[in-house]
């Protein structure tokens, strides 16, 4: 009690002198587990300071020593999975199988990373003028990638140390520096990740982690003049992110309304199972959840009786027992969960299994029926609730898909491959999967979303290549 975890700048734990701290709030007892440093604008603009400087010299070292340390982190972050797992458990009461998953997941990432790092940065380009129309072969140029500078990461709540790694090591491995700023809850999960990367001796100033509140420090951060390249996981404080930063390179990941469509000759046992997975692992919380179901209406009873099945079989209960379903983030998540939940009864909406709420945690329901002037057909709850809506045409299906707001994944369940790929095309969203649950992984496969999912392409190839720009010098030839 009383003890709040420091931040990390310069390669040196410390107290901010704001002495104020946050306080994070575990979803499951509902009271404090844990308090981290409330920094300050000043300690924000002495990190920027150390990164500046740190990332010069780091991008003089070579390729394969930065490889060498990054590949010694992941190591070191793998054998330290049980400590952070467990934080992850209290702070964002993920499964505890599921907690290790992500810390072993994140390790993999750190080291693909390296790889792809030296494959992909090893390589330049060679052109030369005369295939230009009017020009003799008088000019040869040579391109390479090299740094943007400072990087700012913003991973959410939902994996905090998977969503900060997918940020810090393609970052590191092209020559920048990184400053992240973990989310609230999950920010003990992030320093103990960081400190892991303090382990394998990094440069000091090379990562900066600071914690506070994103009244005090958020708007400070992302609009910082030393900031080059902001990449953020989260919901739609992106857009304003967007709107305010300045000219520099942005990768978003921001929400999902993920859709399932299920034709007539989907195997529905299989979609049953991709539904359950897809729509109610770690309780909803995933921007790639499943987040709506349509079905056509000749299968829609049969599939709702399979998926009603499975749902019986979900365990409810605190993470530490690795139950399936786990309380929610937060009171207001539940809160806002709930609100969907009312607004659906009241239109109407078929309930499958009772409405049942004790604090945060939230049993996992299914709501058939749902139509277009309900909220849940169009928002996302972010909680283990999942609405149905029945249609009479796949064309019915995308037209839903494509009036969302949202474009991340989506997915269709169809022993017709040719049908699949049309409806592919169709759907306005960055990843389309065929017979499977949406998913970001594997890690190294490309991911994106449009219109209100987020700006550019993640996955570790892409995420590599966003955090470099390109550098040609010409040679003239007399
Ligand atoms: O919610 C964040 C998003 O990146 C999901 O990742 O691995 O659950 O598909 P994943």
Redesign the pocket.
Known sequence: DGEVYKYYSDGEWKKSSSNKSVAIINPTTRKTQYKVQACSQEEVNKVMEIAKAAQKSWAKTPLWKRAELLHKAAAILKEHKAPIAECLVKEIAKPAKDAVTEVV?SGDLVSYCAEEGVRILGEGKFLVSDSFPGNERTKYCLTSKIPLGVVLAIP?F??PV??AV?KIAPALIAGNSLVLKPPTQGAVSCLHMVHCFHLAGFPKGLISCVTGKGSEIGDFLTMHPGVNCISF?GGDTGISISKKAGMIPLQM?LG?KDACIVLEDADLDLVAANIIKGGF??SG?????VKVVLVIESVADALVEKVKARVAKLSVGPPEDDSDITPVVSESSANFIEGLVLDAKEKGATFCQPYKREGNLIWPLLLDNVRPDMRIAWEEPFGPVLPVIRISSVEEGIHHCNASNFGL?GCVFTRDINKAILISDAMETGTVQINSA????P?HFP?QGIKDSGIGS?GITNSINMMTKVKSTVINLP
């Open positions: 997941r959410p939902n994996y998977n969503l997918s996981t990941e999902g692992s770690y919380q995933r921007c790639t959840a994944q949406p998913a970001r992984g890690d991911f993640q």
